[in-house]
């Protein structure tokens, strides 16, 4: 039901659509909603993109900020990948790194209107739970960050509660035992959350 667009020259095709497709419905799993209700495009390049947005400085005024990127999700119903990313994380399910469930997490936590780290919350998840447990692991992730300190999750979660629900999605996929080991209450709630057990899948 979603609309597939190639940007820089690539072309779609049947293996781009179920790949991404593939991945992003395993956050789907056993959870009663609805397929990405508010996504309509997904737009692919072929490889990693620049992009530029504005940001506001201290003193109020704007200046641009280019990024080199390979995915982005936006809340009018976009996301946007580069495929030679995508392809990299199915090449490496264990390395903690996977464009396609950081994006479509994203997704996810924006269908209450805000992308804030925070979901929808149903079932054995509470959201008094979940914000202990989220604010205290984003806090640990920051400190690991700042003394460059060993960590399984990658330090691009500590930019902001959003992005560290997202690095947490890829991290509880695709190293689930090392995440439970390190960070049981992390893990207890996103399993509670996605209803599955990656550990189980090895």
């Not at 009018?76 to 490496?92: F, R, T």
């Not at 399984?152 to 190293?175: I, L």
């Not at 689930?176 to 599955?196: F, G, N, T």
Request: charge should be negative; charged fraction near 20%.
């Amino acid at each position: 039901d979603k609309q597939y667009f190639g940007c820089g020259g690539l072309q779609i095709n049947d293996e781009i659509r179920l790949t991404i497709a593939a991945e992003a419905c395993l956050l789907l799993l056993n959870r009663p909603t609805g397929i990405y209700p508010d996504l309509r495009y997904i737009l692919v390049y072929p490889y990693g993109f620049r992009t530029a947005h504005d940001k506001l400085n201290a003193d109020g005024t704007l200046s641009s900020d280019a990024q080199n990127l390979s995915g982005e999700s936006w809340q009018n119903g976009k996301v946007i990948l580069s495929w030679d990313d995508v392809e990299h994380g199915l090449a490496d399910f264990q390395d903690g790194h996977n464009v396609v469930l950081h994006e479509f997490s994203h997704q996810l936590d924006s269908e209450n209107g805000s992308t804030n780290g925070v979901p929808p919350l149903h079932g054995s998840n509470s959201i008094k739970t979940w914000a202990k447990v989220f604010s205290t692991e984003f806090s640990a992730l920051n400190n690991a960050a700042e003394l460059h300190q060993h960590t399984v999750m990658n330090y691009y979660g500590a930019t902001n509660a959003a992005e560290f629900f997202a690095v947490a999605t890829e991290t509880f996929f695709e190293k689930p035992a090392q995440l439970e080991r390190l960070h049981p209450l992390l893990y207890s709630e996103l399993a509670k959350y996605y209803r599955v057990d990656p550990r189980q899948w090895r």
